[in-house]
């Protein structure tokens, strides 16, 4: 799955489970269906995370400015906003092109973060084992803190 097509399928995902969360909150709120927030909300909450990752993960990879990575997580807040910058992205050329495995003359080929990319896109069933986990156990901890208001909102 190229850098393009994996950050195209979250931000598409993201914006689908923005839908489930309105839903369930009409659902919650109109009809009294509490559980409905919490199963929507989960829903929406782990694909947030694993958008996140996936917008870090491919702004290293396509060398976006620290500025455009934040923009493309902070995307997730605002409900649809993923399509719309995806569809920017995209269009200015921002995703084009693989993953980059092999070391370049680029001079940002140096940092260590590029470096550990480059290692961890080596090692793809531990880099997708390290997504996972990290994005679980965020969300695990996410779960013990309690929803964004309380859990009586």
Do not use: C
Not at 5 to 28: D, G, N, Q
Not at 58 to 83: D, E, H, M
Not at 85 to 105: I, M, S
Not at 124 to 153: D, N, S, Y
């Amino acid at each position: 799955m190229s850098p393009k097509r994996l950050f195209r399928s979250l931000a598409v995902a993201e914006a689908v489970t923005w839908t489930i969360l309105i839903v369930a909150m009409i659902l919650k709120y109109g009809a009294g269906l509490d559980a409905a927030v919490l199963v929507g909300g989960s829903i929406h909450g782990l694909v947030f995370l694993a958008y996140a990752f996936a917008a870090v993960l491919v702004g290293v990879n396509q060398r976006w400015r620290l500025g455009i990575i934040a923009v493309a997580v902070l995307a997730a807040v605002v409900p649809y906003a993923t399509v719309p910058l995806e569809l920017r992205l995209a269009g200015r050329g921002r995703l084009d092109g693989e993953w980059r495995r092999e070391r370049t003359e680029h001079p940002l080929d140096a940092r260590v973060v590029d470096r550990l990319l480059r290692w961890f896109l080596a090692r793809p069933a531990l880099l997708t084992a390290v997504a996972v986990l990290g994005v679980a156990a965020v969300f695990a901890v996410l779960l013990i803190v309690g929803p964004p208001g309380g859990r009586e909102a």
